[in-house]
């Protein structure tokens, strides 16, 4: 959750601040720590998936998470230009369809590269990412951020709020190296390609959920319908997450203390 935070963060400065930014501090809960923290956790677990979607549990996650993002993007692209503070006009459904499919094509073509390749042969430190190239994406990510603020995009009493919340972030992911542990990547090793017949159910999956919630009438009264549902489920995971990490990581630290060994 933590990763996906400094992702939820570093997007809404660099890359969406005229979205994610545009009604502090509110929005900094509902799209900054909450919808776009939660899609990086969703592409996190995708990721996952791609490399240890041969596993089964993986595949009954992707067949939920289908289902969450097919219900999740109907309703926001539907609702949100209409109903919330989103400067962008209303997609069509064939537009959106078209992006959906240019995704999967992505993904199709990712998977049959690493189905062959010597991806197999992946051992975990592999998976983090090298120091230059870190620095590089740090220094691409200032100047974005530098940019931002000369643009005006960032309000004043925001930016420094959310440099404070990114280096919590940052702190729970360096303590969080000292355990014993292996990070959650680590353990999906050695990969296993998700096979394809997993991927067209959860593609008919994603469609059809998709279709429906973009096609369905609003439910309710123009203050109070599945989007304001949708995003209270954003308020809430805003609110929830880094309280949540910082205590379950305090906890195992606790226990690991009273051990005397490490996790």
Same mark, same amino acid.
Do not use: C
């Given at each position: 959750m933590a990763l996906s935070g400094v992702y939820g963060l570093l997007n809404s400065a660099t890359i969406n601040p005229a979205t994610a930014l545009i009604d502090t501090p509110?929005?900094?809960?509902?799209?900054?720590?909450?919808?776009?923290?939660?899609?990086? =956790? $969703?592409?996190? $677990?995708?990721?996952?998936? %791609?490399?240890?979607?041969?596993?089964?549990?993986?595949?009954?996650?992707l067949i939920l998470l289908s289902v969450f993002i097919g219900l999740g993007w109907g309703i926001w692209a539907r609702l949100a230009p209409e109903q919330a503070d989103v400067i962008v006009r209303q997609p069509s459904f064939v537009e959106l369809l078209i992006w959906a499919a240019i995704f999967a094509l992505w993904l199709a073509i990712w998977r049959w590269l690493f189905s062959r390749s010597a991806f197999g042969e992946v051992q975990a430190p592999s998976l983090v990412l090298p120091v230059p190239a870190l620095m590089l994406v740090c220094a691409a990510l200032g100047v974005f951020f530098l940019l931002r603020l000369a643009q005006n995009l960032i309000p004043a009493d925001m930016w420094s709020i959310m440099v404070v919340l990114l280096a919590m972030c940052i702190a729970m992911l360096w &303590?969080?190296?000292?355990?014993?542990? !292996?990070?959650? /990547? +680590?353990?999906?090793? !050695?990969?296993?390609? @998700?096979?394809?017949? #997993?991927?067209?159910? +959860? %593609?008919?999956?994603?469609?059809?959920? &998709?279709?429906?919630?973009?096609? =369905?009438?609003?439910?309710?009264?123009?203050?109070?319908?599945?989007?304001?549902? =949708?995003?209270?489920?954003?308020? @809430?995971?805003?609110?929830? #997450? %880094?309280? /949540?990490?910082? %205590?379950?990581?305090?906890?195992?630290?606790?226990?690991?203390?009273?051990?005397?060994?490490g996790f």
């Open positions: 509110r929005t900094l809960v509902t799209r900054a720590l909450g919808a776009h923290a939660l899609m990086g =956790l $969703v592409m996190l $677990v995708l990721f996952l998936i %791609l490399i240890a979607g041969g596993q089964r549990k993986w595949q009954r996650v &303590f969080r190296r000292e355990t014993r542990r !292996p990070f959650y /990547a +680590a353990t999906t090793l !050695p990969p296993k390609p @998700l096979p394809l017949r #997993w991927g067209v159910i +959860a %593609l008919a999956f994603f469609l059809t959920i &998709f279709a429906a919630a973009y096609h =369905l009438p609003i439910l309710g009264t123009q203050d109070a319908n599945q989007l304001t549902v =949708l995003v209270f489920s954003f308020t @809430l995971y805003g609110f929830g #997450w %880094l309280p /949540a990490s910082a %205590l379950f990581i305090g906890v195992r630290a606790y226990i690991r203390q009273i051990q005397g060994a």
